[in-house]
């Protein structure tokens, strides 16, 4: 199987793309740590591109991420699509958390890069406001890619509430097929 975790920034992909991973004995792989080189910068889109290509060779994986720029290699490839449409109240609240975690105890993300209060709050590339700006564009987003002809081999599992989470993975876990 070959699973696919989406949503809007702070809804907790990496989390549960993390423990799903983890319970179908998956390769895990985290898209910003292929996009984000150090000091936040982005790798040039090719390079992005080979190591997506290159991590999603095999059977079995989890990727968490929202990178349009691979969708080509990843969706064609995937099996199912787990997409975290939690309401905004929600996704802002943990992001707001997670990032002021990250922050306070500068804990070091891929490739030594840290986030910081000043970059969150008062920064035009700030993560709470990218969160709040794209938060209804990624639902229609979403939406569309669910419906669309193209992607009609993937399983969808549209997850509401957090609580929801913890149900998808006991069933995924119960099933033969994961």
């Known amino acids: 199987m070959r ?6 920034s702070g809804a907790g992909k990496s989390t549960l793309a993390q423990a799903l991973a983890e ?35 095999g059977e079995h994986w989890v990727a968490d991420g929202n990178y349009s720029d691979v969708r080509d290699i990843l969706w064609p490839q995937a099996s199912h699509v787990l997409w975290l449409n939690y309401s905004r109240f929600t996704v802002f609240s943990r992001l707001l958390w997670r990032t002021l975690r990250h922050s306070i105890t500068r804990q070091r993300l891929s ?21 709040w700006t794209t938060y209804a564009k990624n639902q229609r987003k979403f939406a569309a890619l669910r419906d669309d002809p193209a992607f009609a081999h993937l399983q969808w599992v549209e ?19 994961r």
């Open 111 to 131: 490739h030594g890069n840290r986030e910081s209060l000043a970059m969150a709050l008062f920064s035009k590339d700030s993560i709470l406001l990218w969160a």
């Open 3 to 8: 699973y696919l975790v989406v949503g809007t």
């Open 23 to 57: 319970l179908t004995a998956s390769r895990y792989i985290e898209l910003d740590a292929l996009y984000w080189g150090p000091d936040w910068q982005a790798v040039p889109t090719e390079q992005f591109r080979q190591r997506v290509a290159q991590a999603t060779q």
């Open 159 to 177: 997850i509401r509430k957090p609580s929801q989470a913890a149900k998808a993975l006991q069933a995924i876990a119960a099933s033969p097929n």
